[in-house]
């Protein structure tokens, strides 16, 4: 059974820089893709990265603006592996819920792509 924990949320200054960790188990040949994606208070959720692994393609929402950047570290055991997603030069617009999902093959970066959600991680971005 597939299972995302997402961590590393908090309360950043601007400018600032942070990095959320998906732990993810259960990541069997079903899936492809796990992508970071933020919901913003009273907006809906975006994707702001991806990565693909049958091919190694990595997608980034307009919203990352070049600062954002996800990487990933597997183990001996294919299924469990960790996604981070490190966000440099914070902005207020950055503030929202980072979700991680998971995605079968074929997955771009949309949230309608995947089928599979971590309970989220809050970021709030402020002085």
């Known amino acids: 059974q597939l299972d995302l924990v997402e961590s590393g949320g908090g309360l950043v200054q601007p400018g600032g820089s942070l990095t959320l960790s998906c732990k993810v188990s259960g990541f069997t040949s079903d899936y492809d893709s796990i992508g970071w994606f933020r919901q913003a208070p009273g907006k809906a959720r975006e994707g702001s990265a991806c990565?693909?692994?049958?091919?190694?393609?990595?997608?980034?929402?307009?919203s990352a603006k070049g600062r954002f950047t996800i990487t990933s570290d597997e183990g001996e055991n294919p299924e469990e592996l960790e996604v981070f997603l490190k966000i440099d030069r914070l902005e207020s617009e950055d503030t929202g819920i980072y979700y991680c999902?998971?995605?079968?093959?074929?997955?771009?970066?949309?949230?309608?792509?995947?089928?599979?959600w971590g309970q989220g991680t809050q970021v709030t971005v402020s002085s």
């Open positions: 990565l693909r692994f049958s091919d190694g393609a990595f997608f980034y929402g307009d």
């Open positions: 999902a998971a995605a079968p093959i074929g997955a771009l970066c949309e949230p309608g792509d995947y089928g599979s």
